[in-house]
């Protein structure tokens, strides 16, 4: 009978263990997982200021240029701001303005076509290639950001995290989408018309 009852405890004593361990390599899992989205979300916010800082010398340049296109770059403008004061109240904010943004920034470019003088500017030329070497940047830092989003949300959805993370405080958090109007196929009769 004594070695029934050693054996036993031995059994849940090892069961125990692996429960303990088990919970360690959770935790440790869904910290790094949260770190990931946190050092993702670092690199696309330095993409974002680098954005943001041109942004003032974009519209400077073609002010001259597109004096009929003032409300979009009066836009353009106070978007901007508005989106350097969300960037510290969390990402569901920031990104929709971000969206916003981008299809602004877009649509200067478009409008851009329509001044030759402003497309020779050597000054519009550069602050153009800058601007589309941050957009692809940026490009890579979302997909970035969203992969390391989509690893913690499952982690975190999925046993054993399901159980730790509500413990640890660990929410869902959002993926960067681009907006509606970047998802369309371009109306290319629009543009050359």
Same mark, same amino acid.
């Given at each position: 009978? %004594? #070695? ?6 031995? $059994? ?9 361990? =088990?919970? *360690?390599?959770?935790? /440790? ?14 690199? !696309? ?13 974009? !519209? ?11 409300? +979009?770059?009066?836009?353009?403008? %106070? ?15 920031? $990104?929709?303005? %971000?969206?916003?943004?981008?299809? +602004? ?7 851009? %076509?329509? &001044? ?7 000054? $519009? ?5 800058? +601007? ?11 997909? *970035? &950001? /969203? ?5 913690? /949300? ?6 054993? @995290? ?6 640890? @405080?660990? =929410?869902? #958090?959002?993926? $960067? ?13 629009? +543009? *050359?018309?």
């Amino acid at each position: 009978m %004594e #070695k029934g009852k050693s054996m036993d405890l031995a $059994f849940v004593l090892g069961v125990a263990a692996l429960l303990v361990l =088990g919970g *360690f390599l959770t935790y /440790n899992t869904l910290i790094a997982r949260k770190n990931q989205v946190d050092n993702a979300y670092g690199a !696309v916010e330095a993409y974002l200021k680098k954005r943001h800082d041109l942004i003032p010398n974009l !519209v400077e340049a073609v002010k001259r240029y597109m004096a009929h296109e003032r409300e +979009l770059l009066e836009r353009l403008v %106070e978007l901007r701001e508005r989106a350097k004061e969300a960037e510290g109240k969390g990402p569901e904010e920031a $990104f929709r303005l %971000e969206g916003e943004l981008s299809r +602004l920034l877009a649509q200067v470019r478009l409008r851009a %076509e329509a &001044y030759p003088d402003l497309k020779a500017s050597q000054n $519009f030329l550069q602050l153009q290639a800058a +601007l589309t070497e941050v957009e692809d940047s940026l490009a890579a830092a979302r997909r *970035f &950001y /969203n992969q390391a989003v989509t690893d913690y /949300n499952n982690a975190i959805e999925q046993i054993p @995290g399901r159980f730790l993370a509500p413990l640890m @405080g660990l =929410g869902r #958090k959002p993926v $960067f989408t681009i907006p509606e109007e970047e998802r369309e196929t371009p109306d290319l009769g629009k +543009l *050359f018309a």
